[in-house]
């Protein structure tokens, strides 16, 4: 297999980089799904955002010794503005908390699949494999990862809905702060890929909410608009348009999967109902956009609706904000991201930070940029000045 840093732009390293990064995981090589993750019924009537339904320690994942684990349930906010439920895990470094509580990261993660077996805290190596967070740790952070509304509990997923996993990173820390009380008040969140988007949805709606705990946002590739990465990749991944296909029809009654999906897609589909990747391939299926996808799939009206609808936010922000790329990221991607980090700086009361990491792509780049985002994260938490280089980025 090709090394990463000598891929170029192509599919095949696109591939390449799914490989090495995690590989996928069936039914069999998840944590079981029990009864932890169900709603209970008087929730509906009785519950709130941030709500703390239920939370145990488990000692099923694989993490450096001393480090504690605790599963959270509990209440957030659709994109519709309907109360649903999340689960999460929170972790907790070895040894006694400083004064005034652990501070929190909030970790985002990346594409897991669309079905509620695929939530990261039912990963023996939790969060996806992505071996970030779990460095946090031994850096004397607490790390708390939502696995998304309906990535676990049983409500549709609204995956690549920058909104409700937004909101769903929010409510995290007040639940987990409610489970655990050695956990601080401040906070700030850290997503990659389909994870930045949700820190972006967190910037968003913290410009409205004025939490004076919260810190900020660190996006890694992937904070634009859905369309781009969806149609740039539907050739080399179509699961992903396959997994959109899925969320427009929980909400569309009216839509029908066959109008942009093949026969060999819907079938597919079908398979990601119950199948899970861990930020990598399925195991179900190495098929060509050409052979799931129906030509201009992201143009019929209610693909378009949804698409359009993620185009549209308000999009003021509160920060600070240190947005990161890979330099070798698909083309049309990174200046997808770009063009919202522009947008940022052109919110004059923002400070945003962005940084093009040479030689790195929409994978390597997470633990290329380690040692940048634990100084910048420090700097929140210490109280000091956040920096800009807007000025260069508009220029």
Known sequence: M???????????????????SAG??????????????????????TGKPGDLIRSEQFDGFKLAQGVKATRILYGSTSSQGDLVTSSGVVLVPQGEAPKGGWPIIAWAHGTTGINRRCASSLMPDTFANYQVPNTY????????ATDYA????????EYMDSISSGWDVINSVIAARAALTELGEKWLAVGHSAGARAVRGVA?????????????????????????????????????????????GTHEP??????????????????AKTECEVGGIPTYTSMKGTE???????????????????????????????AINGENEFPLILVNDQEVTKQMCQQKDLEVQYELIPDTNHWTVLNATLEKQMSWIADRFSGRAAPSNCETLLN
């Open 2 to 20: 090709m090394k990463l840093f000598e891929c170029q732009i192509t599919a095949k390293c696109f591939m390449a980089g799914l490989l090495l």
């Open 24 to 45: 996928a995981a069936n039914a069999g090589e998840l944590l079981p799904l029990t009864d932890f993750y169900d709603t209970p019924e008087s929730f509906a009537t």
């Open 137 to 144: 740790t031994e850096m004397g952070y607490a790390v708390v």
């Open 150 to 157: 309906g990535s676990g509990t049983d409500y549709p997923f």
């Open 204 to 248: 968003e709606l913290e410009a409205y909410i004025f939490d004076p705990s919260y810190l900020g946002v660190v996006p890694i590739s992937g904070p634009g608009d859905g369309r781009t990465p969806m149609v740039v990749l539907s050739e080399t991944a179509p699961w992903l348009a396959i997994y959109i296909a899925q969320v427009v």
């Open 254 to 271: 009216a839509f029908n999967p066959a109008d942009i999906l093949t026969e060999e897609g819907q079938a597919i589909l079908e398979l």
């Open 292 to 322: 799931a996808l129906k030509e201009n799939w992201d143009l019929t009206p209610f693909i378009n609706q949804y698409f359009s609808l993620e185009e549209s936010k308000q999009e003021k922000y509160k920060g600070p904000v240190l």
